[in-house]
Nanobody, 124 residues
Framework: QVQLVESGGALVQAGEALRLSCAAS????????MGWFRQAPGKEREFVAA????????LYADSVKGRFTIYRDNTKNTLYLKMNSLKPKDAYIYYC?????????????????WGQGTQVTVSS
């Protein structure tokens, strides 16, 4: 059983940057494919980015490509999402997720474990 705890959400102004963290415990972090998702109240959760177990491959939603970077530190059991050039439309609750998975990354992958989320608010 993997436990995930996100942090780093904040209120920022448009154009600023923010880094989210996701601390994992209870499992072997390096064996899990990790992802970031986001969700607005009353709306479906949407894929943001994913990273393979050893960070050899990454995948991004078109809406964040070139602005967001997903990376991980397997020695610290931590996943990160660096968000640059934030826009008001990036304001969501951001969730990290984990799946024991070895194949190619996919935005449609169903993850097994989820964190509680961290709020990102972007003012214009």
């Amino acid at each position: 059983q993997v436990q995930l705890v996100e942090s780093g959400g904040a209120l920022v102004q448009a154009g600023e940057a923010l880094r989210l963290s996701c601390a994992a415990s209870g499992g072997t972090f390096s064996t899990y494919t990790m992802g970031w998702f986001r969700q607005a109240p009353g709306k479906e959760r949407e894929f943001v980015a994913a990273i393979s177990r050893r960070a050899l491959s990454t995948l991004y939603a078109d809406s964040v490509k070139g602005r967001f970077t997903i990376y991980r530190d397997n020695t610290k059991n931590t996943l990160y999402l660096k968000m640059n050039s934030l826009k008001p439309k990036d304001a969501y609750i951001y969730y990290c997720a984990a799946k024991y998975y070895r194949s190619a990354l996919s935005s449609g992958l169903e993850y097994d474990y989820w964190g509680q989320g961290t709020q990102v608010t972007v003012s214009s």
